[in-house]
């Protein structure tokens, strides 16, 4: 479903961004109205497979998408 296809997505910018699994990286997920509380309910599941030490989960603006993930090594 949904955070499977966000997991995917996270682990594609991890590798663009030339991050290693050991990496320490915080995540920035920009949801649509229907997919924020999907988002947050797997919060735990999401930082475990991202493998980020925090995910910022806030309301995406642009409803056209579903949503949008930024990744930062920290």
């Known amino acids: 479903g949904i955070i499977r296809d966000i997991i995917r997505l996270a682990q594609s910018i991890r590798k663009e961004q030339g991050l290693r699994p050991s990496d320490k990286v ?3 997920i ?12 797997n919060k735990h599941i999401l930082l475990r497979e ?6 910022l989960v ?4 642009n409803e056209e998408d579903n949503y949008k993930i ?5």
């Open 26 to 28: 915080s995540a920035i």
């Open 30 to 41: 920009s949801a649509s109205k229907e997919v924020k509380p999907i988002v947050e309910k």
């Open 50 to 55: 991202i493998r980020a030490q925090e995910i």
């Open 58 to 61: 806030n309301n995406l603006e």
């Open 70 to 74: 930024i990744i930062k090594k920290i």
